[in-house]
């Protein structure tokens, strides 16, 4: 959490008015939460954002969009993976009003054959299915409009689903080529089962759900 935080700090201060940074720390049992005090107690824009019990990456990613206070939201995964030089770049097009969600696009993608295999046709049936048409939706460096989150719904895989329910809900979604590095700490829990059997059927229940609406 310190090394990404610290990366992200400068391009967060260059931006142009004032921020916050929101840390979820999702109910951890290791030293997260005292890292978290430190940082916060080190940077007073930084604000913790405490869960219990642990309820996932889904649960966590919704808990924080809605802590925001900002007009613009910034979003990404903690792992080291994308690069948050990249953070003024997505939130450039949003600022200037022409689009209301920005997502990266992973380039080149540093993982395995196989994950981008699977992440590939995933993102095809996803894209035909819901009619989202993002390339990308695993990618978690994102900006958006804070009146976007009001589109949102709960659901097990909202990281990847966020870009359907914008576009859904009327928004308009546009996506950036951003820098993706190769896993540097932590394992991947995606396997095949959250990689593609639970997306497909949370996919069928989110359409279900989209139509009504």
């Known amino acids: 959490m310190r090394p990404l935080l610290e990366a992200a700090l400068p391009g967060l201060r260059a931006l142009e008015g004032d921020f916050e940074a929101v840390l979820v720390d999702d109910g951890s049992t290791d030293s997260t939460a005292a890292e978290i005090a430190e940082i916060c107690a080190a940077e007073p824009r930084c604000r913790i954002l405490s869960l219990r019990p642990n309820g996932g990456q889904a649960a966590a990613l919704m808990a924080g969009l809605r802590g925001c206070r900002g007009d613009f939201i910034l979003t990404m995964d903690g792992d080291g993976q994308n690069d948050p030089a990249d953070l003024p770049k997505v939130l450039a097009p ?46 978690q460096l994102r900006a958006f409009r804070r009146d976007v989150v009001s589109a949102l719904r709960p659901s097990p895989l909202l990281q990847s689903f966020v870009p359907a329910m914008a576009v859904a809900a009327g928004f308009r979604v546009a996506e950036l080529p951003v820098r993706h590095h190769p896993r540097v700490r932590g394992e991947s829990k995606y396997g095949l089962g959250k990689l593609w059997w639970r997306p497909f059927a949370e996919m069928i229940r989110l359409r279900r759900e989209l139509r009504r609406r």
Not at 108 to 130: E, F, G, Q
């Open 94 to 139: 949003v600022a200037r009003g022409e689009a209301d969600l920005v997502c990266g696009i992973r380039t080149p993608r540093h993982d395995s054959c196989l994950r981008r295999a699977m992440s590939a046709l995933a993102n095809a049936v996803r894209r035909r299915y819901l009619g989202d048409n993002v390339s990308d939706s695993g990618c």
